[in-house]
């Protein structure tokens, strides 16, 4: 079991920058593949950023490529979501997930079994 504890979300004005941090609990990040996902009002919860187990390889949906960066501190058992130019449609809660298989790097929400409450994120034009 893992708990997953999302920070830093807020109210930011569009062009602007958070950065999102999910800090876990109950095992070890450093053989799992981690993402976060983000749900606006009315609208199916999507694929944001992902990180593979290794570390080694990241994947952005075509909406935030190169504006958002996944990464990890594995000392912290802590992954980062780095948002920068943000536009009002990135508006939404964003989630962290991890999934219940080690050395699997699947992507999709069916991939992940556990979940963050989610923080807020607004932007504002």
């Known amino acids: 079991q893992v708990q997953l504890v999302e920070s830093g979300g807020g109210l930011v004005q569009a062009g602007g920058s958070l950065r999102l941090s999910c800090a876990a609990s109950g095992r070890t990040i450093n053989i799992y593949a981690m993402g976060w996902f983000r749900q606006a009002p009315g609208k199916e919860r999507e694929f944001v950023a992902g990180i593979n187990w290794s570390g080694t390889n990241t994947y952005q949906a075509d909406s935030v490529k190169g504006r958002f960066t996944i990464s990890r501190d594995s000392a912290k058992n802590t992954v980062f979501l780095q948002m920068n130019s943000l536009k009002s449609e990135d508006t939404a809660v964003y989630y962290c997930?991890?999934?219940?298989?080690?050395?699997?790097?699947?992507?999709?929400?069916?991939?992940?079994?556990?979940w963050g409450q989610g923080t807020q994120v607004t932007v504002s034009s």
């Open positions: 997930a991890a999934p219940v298989r080690a050395y699997s790097n699947g992507m999709s929400a069916r991939d992940f079994a556990f």
